[in-house]
């Protein structure tokens, strides 16, 4: 993978993480958001 494809990734991971942090309103939320984030990145990593 090359720099450049490594720096967007984490850059997208960052404002991910960002959105969900602004969208959800208690700590429950963000825990579901978190699980859910994680579900993702692990189908993408078994793709």
Do not use: P
């Not at 450049?4 to 960052?14: H, N």
């Not at 993480?17 to 309103?25: N, R």
């Not at 429950?28 to 078994?46: H, P, S, T």
């Amino acid at each position: 993978m090359s720099t450049i494809m490594k720096r967007l990734l984490a850059l997208t991971m960052i404002a991910g993480l960002g959105f969900s942090l602004a969208a959800c309103e208690t700590a429950a939320g963000f825990g579901r958001d978190v699980e859910k984030l994680g579900e993702q990145i692990q189908e993408g990593v078994e793709k």
